[in-house]
């Protein structure tokens, strides 16, 4: 059977309903698999179907018994009846089209067919392609046929042709299929419904690391702990761990890691999270691509979202960034490597981009605080990352920063964090935390104060001391700090706002 399809043979198709190209023999487009896998995600989730209307059409599927299926399903769903397969076979028997479609078996066979229903739209978008390459192919034939005419007018051929290419590309607009239109939705469903409000992928709503629907993006210097820091993600988007440097991790249904860059020093470093407990987990729902792809990000930029419905992942680790595109520096290079990012968080797949700093600024002092102009490649690369984390110390130290350099929500540290190379774990260092910090101040706290040690020294700037308010203020707000107003100054000097450990607080701890 063409194109790997297990569908019997004697299963009909519109191939043997419709015209042939005239020498060359080949078979009209169309995608089995990809039907199989659209019809049975309708049957195991009822909502996927509003999910692939608007992406299908009249005729999209290339099997008749397919199409027949299909029209079962949408008339479940506007009466908002179930769409599994028991109450399939039973409507399509009433119908009298259970056995043409190939009966009782092949429906349940369909809803075997388990790609996931997060691939779905995806696998729709398929069809619908494959479906128009048919009906321009149609149309193709159709002229060829007419130019053999005797007396054959070549004005009245192009007029029809410039007509049939007409309606084609209205009837692909109104339906909703046309690329000007096919990711177009009305502004309260864009507001409400597009997971705005959704929960993060890592920290708190109020101060966000990965947000759903956009990458996370981290960047360092060789040795610093870019991967050890990833690695504990994953493991806890895995469900093998519940936090990542103590901020809580989002699961995930199956992750595909790209490991580009030295895989097997990618897998030591996993190997110092994973037991032999983990084998299921890491077995069935951990999926690593070794070496180069097939082709760089900014060449093919549907590989992305292609790779991540090969897999089934619903998460994606490119690592490193330096392996995906052909070049970091060139502009349009780094645009079209945006696109493809897109195209996959447009189908629903969370990304982590692991990335190089620029080679000046690795010896950067302790503690400074580093900017998105230190990120290696063009500006276009950060531009289009949700958040960004940079990671600065020496190669190989287990004492770094990591500075939240771009921020879905409220800034994240800069944190001190402590790597253990043994275990591939890493740790906050207690001495930078606010509620620490002021639980050992008897004498209370100044935001200026407060600034001062979390820069480590030094006089803050005022984005510092902007900071250390918002943490001060915040611990007030979770009732683990007071606050006593300061004084404005006058002949006799001002006193500065200060706060203090709540009693509630020094009691938890004491």
Not at 78 to 98: A, F, N, S, W, Y
Not at 204 to 228: C, D, F, H, N, Q
Not at 368 to 384: H, K, N
Request: glycine share 8%; charged share 25%.
């Amino acid at each position: 059977m063409p194109q790997g399809t297990t569908l019997p043979p004697q299963m009909p198709s519109r191939y043997e309903e419709g015209p042939t190209l005239p020498l060359d023999g080949a078979e009209p487009p169309y995608n089995v698999d990809a039907e199989c896998a659209v019809l049975g995600a309708c049957m195991h989730n009822i909502d996927v179907i509003d999910a692939i209307r608007p992406v299908l059409g009249e005729d999209s599927f290339y099997r008749p018994a397919h199409e027949t299926i299909w029209r079962a399903l949408l008339a479940q769903r506007r009466e908002d009846k179930p769409t599994d397969p028991i109450v399939l076979v039973e409507l399509l028997q009433q119908q009298g089209d259970l056995q043409r479609v190939g009966g009782r078996s092949y429906v349940f066979d369909l809803a075997n067919v388990l790609y996931g229903t997060g691939s779905a739209e995806h696998h729709a978008e398929i069809v619908r392609k494959k479906a128009d390459l048919r009906r321009l192919r149609a149309s193709a034939v159709r002229t060829l046929q007419r130019a053999q005419e005797p007396g054959a007018d070549p004005e009245a051929i192009r007029s029809e042709v410039e007509t049939e290419v007409r309606a084609e590309r209205e009837r692909a607009l109104a339906s909703g299929q046309g690329r000007l239109n096919r990711f177009a939705r009305d502004g309260w469903s864009f507001v409400k419904e597009t997971g705005a409000d959704a929960e993060p992928l890592w920290g708190t709503r109020e101060k966000t690391v990965w947000a759903s629907g956009e990458s996370l993006m981290i960047v360092g210097a060789p040795g610093v702990g870019k991967t050890t820091l990833a690695h504990q993600v994953i493991f806890a988007r895995l469900g093998l761990q519940e936090t990542a440097l103590e901020m809580p991790v989002a699961p995930s249904r199956r992750v595909l890691y790209l490991a580009m860059d030295r895989p097997k020093q990618i897998a030591r470093a996993m190997d110092r999270l994973a037991f032999p407990t983990d084998e299921k987990t890491l077995r069935e729902r951990l999926v690593v691509w070794e070496g180069p792809l097939p082709a760089t990000l900014d060449k093919e930029p549907d590989l992305l979202a292609d790779l991540a419905a090969a897999h089934q992942a619903d998460t994606i680790v490119i690592d490193s960034l330096k392996d995906a595109v052909s070049t970091m520096v060139d502009d349009s290079a780094a645009v079209t490597f945006h696109n493809a990012r897109m195209r996959a968080l447009r189908n629903g797949v969370e990304i982590m981009e692991l990335h190089h700093q620029r080679k000046a600024t690795a010896d950067a002092p302790r503690g400074q605080r580093p900017s998105l102009d230190q990120v290696y490649g063009s500006t276009w690369i950060t531009a289009g990352a949700g958040s960004v984390l940079f990671v600065t110390g020496k190669a190989g130290d287990p004492a770094v920063t990591l500075h939240h350099l771009k921020t879905p929500t409220g800034e994240v540290g800069p944190l001190d964090v402590t790597h253990d190379h043994k275990r591939g774990t890493t740790t906050l260092d207690p001495t930078k935390d606010p509620a620490v910090l002021l639980r050992n101040a008897p004498n209370g706290m100044s935001t200026r104060e407060l600034a001062t040690v979390l820069i480590g020294g030094g006089e803050p700037e005022r984005a510092d001391l902007e900071k250390a308010r918002r943490r001060l203020e915040n611990l007030v707000a979770t009732g683990l700090a007071t606050k006593a107003d300061g004084i404005a100054g006058g002949a006799g000097g001002g006193q500065q706002t200060r706060y203090y450990a709540s009693a509630r607080h020094l009691t938890a701890v004491g």
